[in-house]
Nanobody, 128 residues
Framework: QVELVESGGGSVQPGGSLRLSCETS????????MGWFRQAPGKERDRVAA????????KTADSVKGRFTVSQDKAKGTLYLQMNDLQPEDSAVYYC?????????????????????WGQGTQVTVSP
């Protein structure tokens, strides 16, 4: 049974930082595609970061580039999202996701990747 558990969310002021973690179990972590997504109320769920766990190659969305960094601890099967200079528009529920099927690169558009497994989400709130 595959399980993804996110943690690290919370409330911060603009300009603050948070580090999200996604612990995996039961998932073939190595050489896989994983991603971080977020969804704000009334908005679509967007991918903010993608990573190929085999070599750590990663990509972040333009909206968070230079502020968010995705990383991993392969030995622990854990994914991280370091979020700096948080702004109110970053407020959302953040999810990690693990893929089972993809076409080409893990860093390609999310519609070519089948993210089969999802965590329960962790709330991030940025307000003065």
């Amino acid at each position: 049974q595959v399980e993804l558990v996110e943690s690290g969310g919370g409330s911060v002021q603009p300009g603050g930082s948070l580090r999200l973690s996604c612990e995996t179990s039961g998932y073939a972590y190595d050489r896989s595609c994983m991603g971080w997504f977020r969804q704000a109320p009334g908005k679509e769920r967007d991918r903010v970061a993608a990573i190929y766990t085999g070599n750590g190659d990663s990509k972040t969305a333009d909206s968070v580039k230079g502020r968010f960094t995705v990383s991993q601890d392969k030995a622990k099967g854990t994914l991280y999202l370091q979020m700096n200079d948080l702004q109110p528009e970053d407020s959302a529920v953040y999810y990690c996701a693990a893929a089972t099927t993809w076409i080409g690169s893990c860093l390609g558009p999310p519609w070519i990747i089948v993210y089969t497994y999802w965590g329960q989400g962790t709330q991030v709130t940025v307000s003065p």
